[in-house]
């Protein structure tokens, strides 16, 4: 089946303790991208990639960190998480080009409490 | 307010009723996307409509495109309790390094059965 991947579903963390939340798709995508979601300010874009070895900061990128090794994986660092951080994030790929011509296609959701 | 703005906020209806939600932008763009969000999951794609087109249709859902008014709207006829979610829009504005999707906040759409 066609997915992306996020895990863990839900994390509670303290402030300062390093985390990575994975993100795997399994459609050959190019394009792939974290976006945070908080009531009232809708989805934000943190950091996106457009292809292997390529990222570039969204609109929210501070204290995010990412990673595009391999085309599949697109892992969301937080290296010192602090509560302003707590969100619900998700990941989403397209095939190609960004998200403009091809639909984006999201996870489920990664609920992140910082305490 | 924002590029992509939805309107309503929230809408309730009964099942078997029509549901229509709007959505406006402020700028220019090349296509405007809606997407369906259900409780706490990931978002949904339903339908792509360029710029260049007026009205697309995609089962029980009728997208329309009035680039002079700056508005969309999303209409899902004969509604069912399966489609009581968040609908946003999201709009593709800018060219180059300056291109970017915008989302709006969204309709929370309450069907009761």
């Known amino acids: 089946e066609a997915q992306v991947t996020q895990n863990p579903r839900y994390l509670i963390t303290v402030t300062g303790k390093k985390l990575t939340v994975t993100c795997s798709q399994n459609m050959n995508h190019e394009y792939m991208s974290w976006y945070r979601q908080d009531p009232g300010l809708g989805l934000r874009q943190i950091y996106y990639?457009?292809?292997?070895?390529?990222?570039d900061k969204g609109d929210v990128p501070e204290g995010y960190k990412v990673s595009r090794k391999e085309k599949r994986n697109f892992p969301l660092i937080l290296e010192s998480p602090s509560p302003n951080q707590t969100s619900l994030y998700f990941c989403?790929?397209?095939?190609?080009?960004?998200?403009?011509?091809?639909?984006?296609?999201f996870g489920n959701g990664t609920r992140l409490t910082v305490t | 307010s924002q590029q992509g703005e939805e309107d309503p906020q929230a809408l309730s209806i009964q099942e078997g009723e029509n549901a229509t939600m709007n959505c406006s932008y402020k700028?220019?763009?090349?296509?405007l996307q809606w997407y369906r969000q259900n409780s706490g999951r990931g978002l949904v794609h339903l339908i792509l409509?360029?710029?260049n087109e007026r009205e697309k249709h995609s089962g029980r859902l009728r997208v329309t495109l009035d680039t002079s008014k700056k508005s969309s709207s999303l209409l899902i006829t004969a509604s069912r309790a399966a489609d009581t979610a968040s609908y946003f829009c999201?709009?593709?504005?800018?060219?180059?390094?300056?291109?970017?999707?915008?989302w709006g906040l969204g309709t929370s759409l309450a069907v009761n059965p």
């Open positions: 989403a790929s397209s095939l190609f080009g960004g998200p403009y011509n091809s639909p984006l296609h």
């Open positions: 990639s457009m292809n292997v070895e390529v990222t």
């Open positions: 409509i360029r710029s």
């Open positions: 999201a709009t593709d504005a800018g060219a180059g390094n300056n291109r970017k999707l915008i």
């Open positions: 700028t220019s763009i090349n296509n």
